[in-house]
């Protein structure tokens, strides 16, 4: 896997980059002790009075470790592909033609893998609240915000495809980008505080005030989670390996 | 000739576009028209049909959306359409054409509402007990709806195939303010006593926002 | 329950192989590319 950088090509400048060798083995390993220590280890998530925040009793609900880190990645994907656009347009006020084209690349591919993760996070929310809350949906505010941000990721991968030009298209992206931070801004402040009490928070709640004991939290923030993001580093790199080389194969 | 004022020009776009509207009456005819049977098609839905006023501040919103939708395609498009926007570039300064787009947008969504929101009150019964919130909680409403609905349309403005791609992407940014709205009117049209002070200022401040941002980005749709 | 958790834990096991396996081969895929791209720029 060791290809030799591209003299020529300023675009092609992500070989020497992060996942080499052993950032695929040190993923594959992460990911197979999450999946063995979720399932061998961890049993009902108490909190420090010894009462249950989770039961995790139907075999299902033991999804929450893939769903976390999943909704998590997924928002935060919003913020990656945010700061690139900005990016983009600072490249652009300063007329940074390999720059803007860089900016733009991460911006989409930023979008594409949020469409992933919420997606999946939708999928697995809905796996574990039929096992916890017992179905499938339950129009909780955190399960109608995922749905809608990830209607924002498909508009803009939706954006993209209809557009040919690759300066309108990065402009386009950019401004849409920009734009539909509003509407997020909206989902995770406002909106929870007119539309009511969700099944999160408490959990939530606990989690970051460290009151929940056992193995839940360490498995979660040791494991799952480190993992996750390894995972998500490389495939953001491959997509845009994948996106620079069609890039180049149209120039 | 040009005013060099922003706030000129921006009037100034937003004068010659009711201009070019009022003119051509048969696109205005239109939008009306396709708002009140969107209306109308609620209203047969519901029929004779007792249902509950949370329901009702559901279906008005659904017909404002529309309402909010169909007026939108004439604000940038007809520009790129009628190969005028050349010389708005030339002549105006980008925030004051997107300033007096939106201004425009905003009139029109009113106007349209002016009309649709009557007849909804008469043929559903919604009630009106308490007008004051309800008609702040419209008209801040609108405000969000239409503010957004011109941001989107400045975005896909330069792009083919609008149609398809207008609902994909209103749909997410307008939803969030579509939701507070609802909540809000549902509010408005029951006896609830929780205060609509603050709903109505997050739908304000979510046009204000989005209004800003889209100005501000304006620019870099506009120039060639 | 040991066992039968084991045997739970299979099935997500052979999914992430299967992620694995896949990203890799897109991974040698994409480096074979690049590398015969650049050796045509050459």
Redesign the interface.
């Given at each position: 896997?060791a290809?030799?950088n591209?003299?020529?090509?300023q675009l092609?400048n992500v070989?020497s980059s992060i996942?080499g060798l052993w950032w695929?083995i040190l993923?594959?390993i992460g990911?197979?002790l999450t999946?063995?220590a979720?399932?061998?280890v961890v049993g009902p998530v108490l909190n420090k009075v010894g009462q249950p925040f989770y039961t995790l009793g139907g075999?299902g609900a033991k999804v929450i470790f893939?769903h976390v880190p999943c909704a998590w990645l997924g928002s935060q994907c919003y913020i990656i592909g945010a700061c690139y656009a900005v990016s983009y347009?600072r490249a652009?006020a300063r007329g940074e033609r390999f720059a803007m084209v860089e900016a733009d690349l991460k911006n989409a591919v930023a979008m594409e893998l949020g469409l992933l993760f919420s997606v999946l996070a939708t999928i697995t929310g809905m796996v574990f609240a039929k096992n916890e809350w017992g179905a499938y949906w339950n129009w909780d505010p955190r399960q109608?915000s995922i749905l809608?941000?990830m209607?924002?990721f498909?508009?803009y991968v939706?954006?993209r495809g209809?557009?040919a030009d690759p300066d309108?298209r990065a402009?386009?992206g950019?401004?849409?980008t920009?734009?539909?931070?509003?509407?997020g801004?909206?989902?995770y402040f406002?909106?929870p505080?007119?539309?009511g009490d969700t099944m999160h928070a408490e959990p939530n709640k606990a989690l970051i005030g460290r009151q929940i004991s056992g193995n839940y939290m360490y498995t979660m923030y040791g494991l799952t989670l480190p993992s996750f993001i390894m995972l998500f580093v490389?495939?953001f790199q491959?997509r845009l390996?994948?996106m620079k080389?069609e890039l180049?194969k149209s120039a | 000739m040009t005013p060099q004022n922003p706030v000129q020009q921006a009037v100034a776009v937003f004068r010659k576009d009711l201009r070019m509207e009022l003119r051509n009456r048969g696109s205005l005819n239109a939008i009306l028209l396709f708002s009140v049977i969107s209306l109308i098609v609620m209203a047969f839905g519901v029929g004779n049909l007792e249902i509950i006023a949370h329901l009702k501040a559901g279906l008005l919103w659904v017909v404002l959306f529309f309402a909010a939708f169909s007026g939108l395609s004439h604000v940038f498009v007809q520009e790129e359409e009628t190969g005028t926007s050349l010389a708005l570039k030339m002549h105006a300064r980008p925030e004051s054409v997107y300033a007096g787009k939106a201004a425009f947008n905003l009139v029109l969504t009113f106007g349209i509402a002016v009309i649709v929101v009557p007849i909804f009150v008469i043929m559903l019964k919604l009630p009106t007990e308490k007008p004051i919130a309800l008609a702040a909680v419209i008209i801040s409403g609108l405000f969000a709806l239409s503010s957004g609905a011109s941001a989107v349309a400045a975005i896909i403005s330069q792009s083919r195939g609008k149609g398809a791609i207008f609902g994909a992407i209103g749909f997410p940014i307008l939803l969030p303010a579509l939701m507070v709205g609802v909540r809000a009117t549902q509010i408005a049209v029951t006896s609830s006593d929780e205060s609509v002070v603050r709903t109505v200022f997050g739908l304000v401040a979510f046009g204000v926002m989005i209004t800003t941002v889209a100005a501000a980005l304006f620019p870099i749709l506009w120039d060639d | 329950m040991e066992p039968k958790m084991f045997t739970l834990a299979l099935a997500p096991l052979i999914v992430w192989l299967g992620i694995f396996w896949y990203l890799n081969m897109i991974d040698r895929k994409l480096s074979k590319l690049e590398a015969g791209k650049d050796r045509d720029e050459l």
């Open positions: 896997m290809v030799g591209a003299p020529n090509s092609n070989n996942p695929k993923t594959g990911m197979t999946i063995l979720v399932y061998l075999h893939f347009l652009r109608t809608i941000i209607f924002l498909a508009a939706a954006l209809i557009v309108l402009r386009q950019a401004v849409y920009l734009v539909a931070v509003v509407p801004i909206f989902l406002i909106l505080r007119i539309v490389w495939m491959l390996r994948q080389l180049r | - | -």
